[in-house]
């Protein structure tokens, strides 16, 4: 195990580590550009994710490259900045060092003099570690890969299945979870199979398959105003989606979901339905929240540690007595804001005050040209509403360059209603990734 | 085991089976579209994939998306027409039975009146299956994307290894075999070193990458005329790549490959060298040529069974005693006269004459901006050729609706050198998927 060698015109600068290239890390890393320091930001992939479009890849429209921007070319001017590809392995806050384990080179140290760690969230089965074999979750490129490999495969073994209830089996798509993501993809599904997958089947008629979207709460997206909720939940009932609210799973197997003790038979069961936090908080030795999110000061920094941030989803920021939300906004915001306490730090000027969220508010798609939308107090839903999701995402996506790609594809899919990426790239006789790689 | 059913209305059709959906079976399948016979297409992947441009898919240049197109789609309005995901386990020659892994369903018969093999070739390494595990070969997209990932981890590693002499290894590309494939990859990556991934490290320059040609005969691309050949020779010198002819590989490693006893230091090594048919001849109980491929008779049925067919890579069509070539317009073509044979013998009308291949010549580009191309005795290099070529490749693209996204993506290439599709998508503890796929 060696220390990560260090260019030799930066040996005299402070070094800033940041863990993570989600929207929290990154925010930070282009906050420090033409700074007076070495700013190395680490992930363990070499891609920026959108994630609030993977759906879109595990149900076939988009395809990864359309919402993944290699961190290396978003950062490209920030001179300053070095990325490593490594994963995390520990945290030693007295020596100020990061163990990594650097991709092609195994364990290796960093020494930091600041610290900023956005690694996240991961899905979680809330204890039901079991599921994960036949539920998978969404939260990486490989997860959405995986996905969408599942749905084209069950409609693929459906068309030669002779017997008609395994048929029906194949055909019964199954979303735990019913916050933005699970509506989402439910509707994703709903469209695939009404009119992307419509005239291709011969045996099969892709409409007769079944979408369930399962939610342990009263309500789908409970995290919107009421009114919302229901309109959301009525568009998916337009699109042939059945909703199942106060209803929670107690078993998942390769057969089906078992609700109330009751089952119902599906081949493809899709975990949309929680979040645990990265093991920050192990990592800090740092004392969580119940969700096991590290709480941290009005600065973000963590007590006892001016020189450690945690921002995102894997921090638990109080504002007035409740957690912030796990939404991009807020590691964002974040992100930028304790680049600017580091900025002022290197500069000897007094540190910006604590930090404050601006809410942007929230959205959800539900299939093609219809979205709900709810700002403060400004709620929207139907066409408008879509458009402004749009172009909001767009707008995002055009700072790395996959604006126009998108762009077209959408335009595409939405005229023709042929998906932008509906391949199985696995090879037949191995395993589903999902398997592996999410248990 | 059972027999595939089959739809009610068309148990009294005659059933003709298609193996492969390359070039040859799909062109073959499109032939017997409104023709009164119940056509069965299957392959072991759901999409048809445009290999000429696989290269700028181990690039980076192109999703894989890009070029691949479901199945299905491509065949939704050959209303007769069932495609099925499943592999060829052997074929019973006497009672006209296919034997098949159908995704899912494990083994199954289909029984058949006609049956055209369309199952292409794999690369192949010459008895030495030893050095698959370090020489990965480009046949299918999980190829494409494993050795993506190769190559841009090769780069990730590099900037973070301290060692010269690893660093160098690291940054030393080998491409064994410098037929069209060989040529074009190199091309691809001194694009992706000199343009793409320039400012983006901060310990090493891509610039210092080497790319290293081998070629066992004595000129690259051998199938062209030989001025053209050092045409394309002195574009690659222009490129930085160095071509090393008349070289043959005697041994490859993880640290390299071994030349004349000479070791060549690399971590990056893809095989480009060679090609094997499908086991189709051991499959067909056919007498193969030396190279495996099946002799087929003037019509590419083969001796003794007018009801089988054989067509593209996998076949040798003898004509003025030589076989034709392996390339895409020949199975196209194949596969489209034995449709045309199928449609007489359908309708009763007399069969067409013995195939006559129509050669509308070859091209290979050699990075932005400059091919060569070769039409009986024509002869073009350059822009122009490179212009021809892009023309063309996207004339066909745009039968499967991807012709948008191609386009888009290359003139974003072209104007900004950036990427398209720069993913590793691999988790970092994972092994390779090369290791294992092409093993």
Same mark, same amino acid.
């Given at each position: 195990m060696s220390e990560i060698p260090i260019t030799s015109e930066s040996k005299s600068q402070p070094v800033i580590a940041i863990v993570g290239a989600g929207f929290g890390g990154l925010a930070a890393a282009k906050g420090l550009r033409k700074q007076n320091a070495r700013v190395v930001l680490i992930d363990r992939t070499n891609h920026h994710l959108f994630? $609030? &479009?993977l759906y879109q890849v595990a149900t076939a429209t988009l395809a990864p490259a359309d919402i993944a921007a290699p961190i290396r070319q978003v950062l490209a001017r920030n001179k300053n900045t070095e990325v490593i590809l490594a994963e995390v392995r520990g945290i030693d806050r007295d020596r100020r060092q990061l163990l990594l384990d650097v991709a092609g080179h195994g364990e290796e140290t960093l020494s930091y003099d600041y610290l900023v760690v956005a690694t996240g969230v991961r899905h979680s089965y809330f204890g039901h570690e079991e599921f994960a074999k036949n539920a998978p979750g969404l939260k990486a490129l490989t997860d959405a890969t995986s996905i969408r490999a599942r749905i084209l495969k069950a409609f693929e073994m459906a068309e030669s299945e002779p017997d008609a209830r395994r048929r029906q089996q194949l055909l019964t798509f199954v979303l735990v979870g019913a916050g933005p993501t699970g509506v989402e993809m439910a509707g994703a599904i709903a469209e695939l199979r009404r009119f992307? &997958? /419509? /005239? +291709?089947? /011969? /045996?099969?008629? $892709?409409?007769?398959a079944r979408i369930i979207l399962i939610e342990a709460g009263p309500r789908v997206l409970a995290t919107f105003a009421p009114d919302l909720s229901s309109k959301a939940e009525k568009r998916l009932g337009q699109l042939g989606v059945e909703v199942m609210t106060n209803a929670r799973v107690e078993d998942v197997d390769e057969t089906g979901v078992t609700i109330g003790g009751r089952k119902i038979e599906s081949r493809t069961v899709i975990w949309t339905a929680g979040v645990e936090p990265s093991p920050a908080a192990a990592w800090l030795a740092a004392a969580p929240d119940r969700a096991g999110r590290v709480k941290v000061q009005q600065d973000c920094s963590i007590p006892g540690h001016p020189e450690i941030f945690v921002v995102g989803d894997t921090s638990n920021f109080e504002e007035n007595g409740k957690p912030l939300p796990g939404v991009a906004q807020v590691a964002m915001q974040q992100g930028r804001y304790v680049a600017k306490v580091l900025r002022a730090r290197l500069q000897g000027r007094t540190p910006p005050g604590p930090f404050r969220y601006f809410d942007i508010g929230s959205m959800a798609v539900i299939g093609r040209g219809f979205a709900v939308l709810e700002v403060g107090k400004i709620r929207l839903r139907g066409y408008p509403a879509w458009l402004i999701w749009a172009t909001i995402h767009l707008a995002y996506l055009a700072q790395f360059g996959n604006r126009l790609r998108v762009l077209t594809q959408w335009a595409w899919t939405y005229f023709t209603h042929q998906s932008g990426s509906r391949l199985?790239? +696995? $090879? &037949?006789? +191995?395993?589903?990734r999902a398997k592996s790689s999410s248990a």
């Amino acid at each position: 195990m060696s220390e990560i060698p260090i260019t030799s015109e930066s040996k005299s600068q402070p070094v800033i580590a940041i863990v993570g290239a989600g929207f929290g890390g990154l925010a930070a890393a282009k906050g420090l550009r033409k700074q007076n320091a070495r700013v190395v930001l680490i992930d363990r992939t070499n891609h920026h994710l959108f994630q $609030p &479009l993977l759906y879109q890849v595990a149900t076939a429209t988009l395809a990864p490259a359309d919402i993944a921007a290699p961190i290396r070319q978003v950062l490209a001017r920030n001179k300053n900045t070095e990325v490593i590809l490594a994963e995390v392995r520990g945290i030693d806050r007295d020596r100020r060092q990061l163990l990594l384990d650097v991709a092609g080179h195994g364990e290796e140290t960093l020494s930091y003099d600041y610290l900023v760690v956005a690694t996240g969230v991961r899905h979680s089965y809330f204890g039901h570690e079991e599921f994960a074999k036949n539920a998978p979750g969404l939260k990486a490129l490989t997860d959405a890969t995986s996905i969408r490999a599942r749905i084209l495969k069950a409609f693929e073994m459906a068309e030669s299945e002779p017997d008609a209830r395994r048929r029906q089996q194949l055909l019964t798509f199954v979303l735990v979870g019913a916050g933005p993501t699970g509506v989402e993809m439910a509707g994703a599904i709903a469209e695939l199979r009404r009119f992307t &997958l /419509r /005239r +291709e089947f /011969r /045996r099969i008629d $892709p409409n007769y398959a079944r979408i369930i979207l399962i939610e342990a709460g009263p309500r789908v997206l409970a995290t919107f105003a009421p009114d919302l909720s229901s309109k959301a939940e009525k568009r998916l009932g337009q699109l042939g989606v059945e909703v199942m609210t106060n209803a929670r799973v107690e078993d998942v197997d390769e057969t089906g979901v078992t609700i109330g003790g009751r089952k119902i038979e599906s081949r493809t069961v899709i975990w949309t339905a929680g979040v645990e936090p990265s093991p920050a908080a192990a990592w800090l030795a740092a004392a969580p929240d119940r969700a096991g999110r590290v709480k941290v000061q009005q600065d973000c920094s963590i007590p006892g540690h001016p020189e450690i941030f945690v921002v995102g989803d894997t921090s638990n920021f109080e504002e007035n007595g409740k957690p912030l939300p796990g939404v991009a906004q807020v590691a964002m915001q974040q992100g930028r804001y304790v680049a600017k306490v580091l900025r002022a730090r290197l500069q000897g000027r007094t540190p910006p005050g604590p930090f404050r969220y601006f809410d942007i508010g929230s959205m959800a798609v539900i299939g093609r040209g219809f979205a709900v939308l709810e700002v403060g107090k400004i709620r929207l839903r139907g066409y408008p509403a879509w458009l402004i999701w749009a172009t909001i995402h767009l707008a995002y996506l055009a700072q790395f360059g996959n604006r126009l790609r998108v762009l077209t594809q959408w335009a595409w899919t939405y005229f023709t209603h042929q998906s932008g990426s509906r391949l199985i790239v +696995e $090879p &037949l006789t +191995e395993t589903p990734r999902a398997k592996s790689s999410s248990a």
